[in-house]
Structures are given as C-alpha cells and as structure tokens.
C-alpha cells in the first residue's frame, strides 16, 4: 500500500463541523484501504498552519501528496505546494448536497482556482470531486496512484463562422470600441484566474482598463445624494417586497454603493466594472455590493465580481450581443447521476434572471451576514456561457450551452440548475482539465454562432463543451 501525504485544505468562513465530519470520512476511508497516511487530523485554515504541515513532510518518501480541498480556499497554497512538492500530485474536491441554505463547502470551485493556477505553471496532477461517504475511496485513490485521473490539457479548434455572422462580430466589436473597464479595487489574493493583461485586452477588444481605488468608492457611496439612495431602494423594492426584514443600516450602505456605481459611471463614462466585493466591503465598508451588482447589470451596466476584468468584458460582448443583461456565475456542483450542475452566486444575478414563479427575497451574505443580496432561481429556458479565457496561458473564447431548469433554490443567493449540453463528466473534465477560470458569463438564448464569429474577428481559438 501507499504512503500519502495529507492537507486538508479549508476556511474558516465556511461549516467547519460539517467540514471536519466529511475530511474524516476520507481519512477513514484510505485507512481501510491500508493507506499509510502522513498528516495531522486537523484542518488547515491558514498559510502559517499549511506550511507546517507541509514542512512536517519533508524528506518523507510519499507515493502521492494530495491536497483535500475541503471547502473553498484561493490558490496561494495549492501553488507553494506544488513548487515544494517531491511526490506525483493531486487533489480531492469535496461536494456538498443541494439544501436550498448556503453553500456549507463550496469545494469544487476551489479545485477550479486550483486547477487554473497548477495549468498556467503547467504542473501535472491528478483530480477528484467526490463524496468519500458514497463512493469507494480505496478504488478513486488507487487511480490516482496510478496517474488514471490526470488533468490533461485539451485541444483548442479554430474559430468557424459564415460571413454575416462574422459582419455581426464586426459591428459588435465597432460598438465596443474605446469601451473603458472600471477596476475597482485588486483582485483577492490567489485568484490567479482574475489576472490581466491591460495591452492585451486593449489591442483584442479595444477595451481600456482602469484602476479605480476601493476607497473611492466607499467615499461615493458614504457621500451619495438622498434622493439617488432613495430611488436605488425603490428599485430594490420593486422586486423584493420584505426589504424591512433585513439590517437597516447595512441596507442603506449597501443601497448607497448601487447609488456610487453609477455616479462612478456616470463621472468616468465606464461601460462595466470589475469590482473587489471582499471582504473590505464588509469589514471596512459594511454592506454588501451583491445586490448593487445585480442592479446595474439590469441597468447594462455590467459588473464582475473579484475584480475579474476578463468576466466584465466577457459580460460586455454578451449584453451588446443579446440586448440582455448577463450574469458572472460560478459553476459549484456536479451531479452525473441527476445529469445536472449548479451555477451560482453570491446574490447577484440580474433580477430579469428571476423564475417568475417564486418570490424573490431580500438575503444576505451567507458568510458575512450583511444585505443586500437578491435571493431567487434562475428562471428556465436556453442558456449560453462564454469566457474570454486565459486558460494555460492561451488566450481562448470558451463557449457552452445548456438548458436551465426549473428546480427549487439550489443555494442560498441566485442559483439555477441546469442540464449542460455535454454529459457532466465532460464539463468536469474540460472545466479541470483546460485549467479553465472559476467565473463564466451567463446570458438568455442560444448565441454559440455568435461568439464563434467573435473568436474568428478577434483571432482566439475556440475551447466549446
């Protein structure tokens, strides 16, 4: 049997008992299979606690090092591991059931920031996203011993397309010429999949970049007219008839930073934004932007979260594509047996997005306890991704398409259930294996022969599942 090193990887923000209970499940899991295993029973939360334990390995012979990613984490450690590591590599996602509540774990999108991050270092390892409760750990740890289960890069196609579509691509492109990118705030540490390059960007979408202070924001928000935070409450109301029934103080800043956008666009005349939504907007600021994202999308104004420029300018092509507003979703379960995935976040989505059956409600953040989010599914219908992609350093137009169902709540926040195109096990292996970015833009409709048109004008090779 083999020797595997453990690190279990996790945040504190997150259902810690929850967590604990299901990272022992594996433990005991690889026990039974005869597993030797080198690791402490503890999760670990910070840089400080993963690097001991990971300097507690060295000059041990492991047959694996396999990071758990328990709940999400950024990719900070997952890259220092990957540079110290001595043994093949690999990593263990834990899912987590659809409750209608918040999202307990989160782990598979920290597996796609982790994949992303070990795919532009190009460093090889193996993957699995799986319940150690419900599945035979023995058998999907033996593959990955094996090297069975290795993320693999994935050809990328040239970009097809008749010539009006491609007369389409170039109208659009005219249209989003000299477009500038309001990036509020630096992205988060270890989203590596938010980076940009400003000269690229400009020179394939005539699309410019610029850098806006968080605090400027704050500072708008904590100074905005009355009657502009009024009429930002009356919008909110319109759709969410229970605002009373969340903080109201919080609501009111949370109201005033929808108020601030759009004085900040209105004053730079930017035509999306990248916004840094945490945590200084709650630890600092204290309010929430969720809700105010959502706003302005609704408002054309489309805004990515995590300061993820390529998710706004990706948002940007599509609304000017469709007429519709868009949505940054991460893509945070898979279920092979029911065929379908989760798309999600925080509370965010365009309320145009809203299954007109149920009642949208005022919520608020689900690890940081403040409004004003939009709580609500995703109405049915076709749906169609697409990603301006820096995926294993080549710039790629990643484009796919499903069918939105109509299912319960999913997650806390705005969440839909779909049935992707290509079977699950497909999305999973494309999504790790392309090392793909953790957000992808949503829109209504099918616009595959668009975006292919779009990738053919503006040179990018197409990655379509």
């Known amino acids: ?21 299901l990272y022992g499940k594996l433990r005991r899991g690889l026990l039974a299979a005869g597993h030797d295993l080198v690791s402490g029973d503890a999760l670990l939360f910070d840089a400080p606690a993963t690097e001991a334990a990971l300097a507690a390995m060295t000059g041990e012979p492991l047959d694996l090092l396999l990071i758990v990613q328990v709940t999400f984490t950024d990719a900070t450690m997952t890259v220092k591991i990957a540079d110290e590591a001595d043994a093949p590599l690999a990593i263990w996602s834990l899912p987590e059931p659809r409750t209608g509540g918040r999202l307990r774990l989160n782990a598979f999108c920290g597996l796609n920031l982790a994949a992303h991050a070990l795919g532009l270092n190009d460093v090889a390892f193996g993957w699995v996203h799986a319940d150690p409760a419900t599945t035979d750990v023995g058998a999907l740890a033996g593959d990955l011993l094996a090297g069975n289960r290795q993320a ?10 008749g010539e009006v579509e491609r007369a389409g691509a170039r109208a659009l492109l005219a249209r989003i010429a000299g477009s500038r990118i309001g990036r509020i705030g630096e992205r988060p540490d270890g989203f590596f999949t938010c980076d940009y390059d400003s000269e690229r960007l400009e020179s394939l979408a005539g699309v410019s970049v610029e850098p806006i202070a968080l605090d400027a924001l704050f500072d708008a928000a904590r100074n905005a007219d009355a009657g502009a935070v009024g009429e930002a409450r009356a919008e909110a109301g319109a759709t969410l008839g229970d605002l009373d029934t969340v903080d109201q103080d919080q609501l009111d800043r ?18 999306a934004f990248a916004v ?3 945590p200084e907007m709650f630890t600092q600021y204290g309010g929430a932007v969720c809700g105010p994202v959502g706003m302005m999308g609704e408002r054309r104004v489309p805004c990515a979260c995590e300061a993820d420029v390529h998710g706004a300018l990706t948002n940007l092509f599509l609304q000017e594509m ?5 949505f940054l979703v991460d893509l945070v379960d898979l279920d092979a047996e029911d065929g379908t995935a989760v798309v999600w976040h925080c509370g965010q989505a365009p309320v145009s997005m809203r ?39 080549h710039p790629t137009m990643v484009i796919a398409g499903g069918q939105m169902q109509r299912r319960p709540l999913a997650f806390s926040g705005t969440a839909g259930v779909l049935a992707f195109d290509a079977a699950i096990e497909t999305v999973a292996e494309t999504i790790i294996g392309a090392g793909l970015e953790h957000h992808l833009s949503l829109v209504y409709g ?12 503006i040179g990018l090779p197409v990655l379509e599942f």
């Open 355 to 393: 299954d007109e059956t149920v009642i949208a409600k005022a919520a608020i953040h689900s690890n940081r306890k403040m409004p004003l989010l939009f709580e609500f599914p995703l109405k049915p219908g076709r749906v169609t991704f697409a990603r301006i992609s820096q995926a294993r350093g």
């Open 446 to 457: 099918d616009h595959r022969p668009a975006l292919r048109a779009l990738a053919a004008e």
């Open 276 to 278: 840094r939504c945490w």
């Open 152 to 161: 693999n890069a994935l050809p990328l196609a040239p970009a097809e397309a």
């Open 1 to 21: 049997m083999a020797r595997i090193g453990l690190l279990p990887l996790a945040r504190a923000t997150f259902d810690v008992p929850y967590a604990e209970a």
């Open 254 to 271: 949370s109201l005033r930073l929808r108020a601030a956008l759009e004085d900040v666009r209105a004053t730079g005349g930017y035509s």
């Open 322 to 326: 469709t007429g519709e507003a868009a």
